[in-house]
């Protein structure tokens, strides 16, 4: 029989306005199912993992960018343009068990109506950035461009994006703040191409460097410590399943590290990535996993809301 699409969730009462607050549920998940006591991928550490849910909304589904800063606060952007800020919670030996302190918002278009009531091709949200002046920039597929909201709230305006064609459904995935660059920058990245785009607020946006994705699509990126760059890539086989790669470049481009997600290990469609300095040197990197609202094609999928933490510490200097 025929099978169809369901009807996105319906927006709830709440939590839809500004600082309406949720409690984010979390179950803990190992790195590798079949071995549990698993802490290692080469030079990373798995610090903890955790399934996501809530009970107070249908909404917090489809997360596919975060960015989280030193002190624990989080930003994620959700595909039907939901935007989440949230604390996250570490144990007693540093490893993430949960999320605290959670709100959910419903973000608008410049004519100030909810941007979810434009139909998935206006609210397809995928990368989010906050800047250093307060200013939040998400970026959008199918109807590709970058809004930029003001800080403390406000309706949002057009911000530059790369004047380039995209390919449909592989645009803008991967964004991130460019403070390196000047206070209203912020780095893009497109899916299709691993090109990436330096553009700022005041100024039109310029090619940067090309990352070579080798087949897997480019979907999120961040900055490293020192001046190099995080880039997540992800690819999806139905022989493998998805397939994800953490890599690590320096300053010049050079390769320094890389990580992969694979079964049997815990692996999901992980499209967010944020790089996080701790005080001993290491990196802290988050990957968060859009669960597509645990339908694709108009088929159950059962994916989650996943949140997983790696430590990173860089190789000693020759």
Known sequence: PE?????????PERPVAVGAAIQVDAEAVPLDPADPKRDRLGGF??????????????????????QVWPDGRLLAVGDQSDLLEARVVLDGAGRLVGLTDATLISLKAPDGVDLF??????????????????????????????????KGGGLPRRAPSPDIAFVDNQGMEALAAAPDVAADAYRVGIEATGHTYVCRLSAACVRDRDLPVDGPDLVALDNMP????????????????????????DREGRLVDEMQLARPLTVDNFEGL??????DGAV???????????????????????????????????
């Not at 190099?228 to 397939?243: I, S």
């Not at 990957?287 to 339908?295: E, K, P, R, S, W």
């Open 117 to 150: 009531a434009g139909g998935q091709r206006e609210y397809d949200a995928e990368g989010v950035a906050r800047l250093a002046g307060g200013e939040t920039v998400v970026s959008f597929e199918q109807h590709d461009r970058i809004l930029v909201f003001p």
């Open 45 to 66: 550490v798995y610090a903890g993992g955790v399934s996501l849910t809530s009970r107070q909304t249908s909404r917090l589904h489809g997360l596919s960018d975060l």
């Open 274 to 279: 944020a790089a996080v300095p701790r005080p």
């Open 284 to 318: 802290r990197f988050y990957l968060i996993a859009d669960d597509n609202f645990g339908f694709y094609a108009g088929r159950p999928t059962g994916q989650r809301t996943l949140l997983l933490a790696f430590d990173w510490r860089p190789p000693a200097k020759q």
């Open 3 to 11: 099978v169809t699409k369901p009807s996105p969730p319906p927006v």
């Open 226 to 249: 020192g001046g190099g760059l995080a880039y997540l890539l992800r690819t999806f086989t139905a022989a493998r399943g998805n397939v994800v790669k953490l890599r690590i470049l």
